[in-house]
Nanobody
Framework: QVHLVESGGGLVQAGGSLRLSCAPSEGTFSTYTMGWFRQRPEKEREIVAVIGWGGGSTKYAASLKGRFTISRNSARVYLQMNSLEPEDTAVYSC????????????????WGQGTQVTVSS
């Protein structure tokens, strides 16, 4: 079964930056919409950002206030996270869907295991 693999998580201080990366265990998802989700402690999973298969259309959670940027190339999907805050601490997961630009996690068919991002004050 094909799955996604995330990397780039870690521990950073408030105000710092991280760049997450995601790639499939095999093959490609070049024709899929790709999304980043996160699950903060004691909260439900929420959308972070979504990017269409063409790479030119994106959606973001309004609460992120432009601090995060999603991008993709032929092989990987990225999430650039700037001005990180303690409330950004979460497990960040990459996912893929055939539903164009969907922000509903129920539409996503392939998931990674997640990567932990911890932001200290």
């Amino acid at each position: 079964q094909v799955h996604l693999v995330e990397s780039g998580g870690g521990l950073v201080q408030a105000g710092g930056s991280l760049r997450l990366s995601c790639a499939p265990s095999e093959g490609t998802f070049s024709t899929y919409t790709m999304g980043w989700f996160r699950q903060r402690p004691e909260k439900e999973r929420e959308i972070v950002a979504v990017i269409g298969w063409g790479g030119g259309s994106t959606k973001y959670a309004a609460s992120l206030k432009g601090r995060f940027t999603i991008s993709r190339n032929s092989a990987r999907v990225y999430l650039q996270m700037n001005s990180l805050e303690p409330e950004d601490t979460a497990v960040y997961s990459c996912a893929a869907t055939r539903s164009y630009l969907s922000t509903d996690s129920r539409d996503y068919d392939y998931w990674g295991q997640g990567t932990q991002v911890t932001v200290s004050s």
